[in-house]
């Protein structure tokens, strides 16, 4: 199957579906995206979306790609249409086959969709400045100096970051349910996890990875770097 932007011949990829069933998501890592055919995302397991994650970790960079103007269906040709949703306060796009035969969105929208994304709060803003000036917008790679901005300047889009409580929720899905090896509930995520609900997302303040990955690339990159590197210990 060809990209539906790029044309490169995209890596299909089979995951854990409900019900024991196994399906197909098509992966193109040079446009940073995925093709999920009609109504197969409906079918993701919590260990098939933590499998995701770590990919999306893995492989994301900077700066982001772009697409093109007209994107077409690598199934049937048809031009792809664009649709724009909303999952919490954060906006997400995804192109669609108006004949139904699935959708292409980036890793990022992907992230936002599953709602593992979620804006700071104004005082989380005002925390991140006492430790570092400038940020990198997740969502246009741009610059944004937070001792004046509460938001990306450029494309308006809130100072996001990784929300983790999605992926302890997963965690504990995956213990009960036997969806893969049992999770020792003292390994480092789930305590990292436990003590961000305590306070907030600056559990991390003491990783200094946390920190270098935060000035190089973004929150949102920083938080998955961290949750790659977290799974890396459960497998």
């Given at each position: 199957?060809?990209?539906?932007?790029?044309?490169?011949?995209?890596?299909?990829?089979?995951?854990?579906?409900?019900?024991?069933?196994?399906?197909?998501?098509?992966?193109?890592?040079?446009?940073?995206?995925?093709?999920?055919?009609?109504?197969?995302?409906?079918?993701?397991?919590?260990?098939?979306t933590l499998q995701l994650m770590k990919y999306i970790g893995e492989?994301?960079?900077?700066?982001?790609?772009?697409?093109?103007?007209?994107?077409?269906?690598?199934?049937c040709g048809s031009g792809l249409t664009l649709a724009h949703d909303?999952?919490?306060?954060?906006?997400?796009?995804?192109?669609?086959?108006?004949?139904?035969?699935?959708?292409?969105?980036?890793?990022?929208?992907?992230?936002?969709?599953?709602?593992?994304?979620?804006?700071?709060?104004?005082?989380?803003?005002?925390?991140?400045?006492?430790?570092?000036?400038?940020?990198?917008?997740?969502?246009?790679?741009?610059?944004?100096?937070?001792?004046?901005?509460?938001?990306?300047?450029?494309?308006?889009?809130?100072?996001?970051?990784?929300?983790?409580?999605?992926?302890?929720?997963?965690?504990?899905?995956?213990?009960?349910?036997?969806?893969?090896?049992?999770?020792?509930?003292?390994?480092?995520?789930?305590?990292?996890?436990?003590?961000?609900?305590?306070?907030?997302?600056?559990?991390?303040?003491?990783?200094?990875?946390?920190?270098?990955?935060?000035?190089?690339?973004?929150?949102?990159?920083?938080?998955?770097?961290?949750?790659?590197?977290?799974?890396?210990?459960?497998?």
């Open positions: 199957m060809n990209c539906p932007n790029c044309t490169t011949v995209m890596t299909d990829w089979k995951l854990a579906a409900r019900l024991g069933n196994q399906f197909t998501v098509d992966v193109c890592p040079p446009c940073q995206a995925f093709w999920f055919n009609r109504h197969e995302e409906l079918g993701l397991t919590s260990a098939s492989h994301s960079s900077a700066p982001k790609p772009t697409f093109a103007d007209r994107l077409k269906c690598p199934s909303m999952a919490r306060n954060e906006h997400f796009v995804y192109w669609k086959c108006p004949s139904e035969h699935g959708h292409f969105i980036s890793f990022l929208d992907f992230l936002k969709e599953r709602n593992f994304i979620r804006p700071l709060s104004l005082q989380e803003i005002q925390n991140l400045r006492a430790s570092i000036q400038e940020v990198r917008c997740s969502s246009c790679g741009a610059t944004v100096n937070l001792q004046v901005n509460s938001a990306c300047p450029y494309c308006h889009s809130p100072i996001s970051v990784l929300d983790l409580q999605g992926q302890q929720r997963m965690l504990k899905q995956l213990a009960e349910a036997g969806d893969a090896k049992p999770v020792d509930p003292a390994l480092p995520l789930k305590l990292a996890i436990a003590k961000a609900e305590a306070s907030n997302f600056f559990y991390v303040e003491h990783d200094s990875q946390w920190w270098a990955d935060v000035r190089d690339s973004n929150l949102v990159q920083a938080g998955l770097n961290a949750v790659s590197r977290w799974l890396n210990k459960l497998t």
